[in-house]
């Protein structure tokens, strides 16, 4: 069983940037793939981008690579979403997710730990 945790959320300008945080609880951090999920009001939860195990892989949606990036600290438990150059289409609740399994998935239903959430708000 893991419990995450984000926090980093907040009001930004468009071009500004936050870096949200995720802690894991438990001891096995390091064997999970961390993924970073966002859900816009009236939208469905979206796949924003994911980091293997070593963090040698990362991967991300089309319309944020290159603004946003993923690193984790597996002595830490924790995976960091770096947005940069944001705008208010990226306004949303940003979730991180904990995957078991052994290749990174992008759809909601592959991650088997979920966290709370964090409002992410963009004005223009």
């Known amino acids: 069983q893991v419990q995450l945790v984000e926090s980093g959320g907040g009001l930004v300008q468009a071009g500004g940037s936050l870096r949200l945080s995720c802690v894991a609880s438990g001891r096995t951090f390091s064997s999970y793939i961390m993924g970073w999920f966002r859900q816009a009001p009236g939208a469905e939860r979206e796949f924003v981008g994911a980091?293997?195990?070593?963090?040698?892989?990362?991967y991300y949606k089309e319309s944020v690579r290159g603004r946003f990036t993923i690193s984790r600290d597996n002595a830490k438990n924790t995976v960091y979403l770096q947005m940069n150059s944001l705008k208010p289409e990226d306004t949303a609740v940003y979730y991180c997710?904990?995957?078991?399994?052994?290749?990174?998935?992008?759809?909601?239903?592959?991650?088997?730990?979920w966290g709370q959430g964090t409002q992410v708000t963009v004005s223009s």
């Open positions: 997710a904990a995957d078991r399994s052994v290749s990174i998935g992008r759809k909601p239903g592959e991650y088997d730990y």
């Open positions: 980091i293997s195990r070593s963090s040698r892989n990362t």
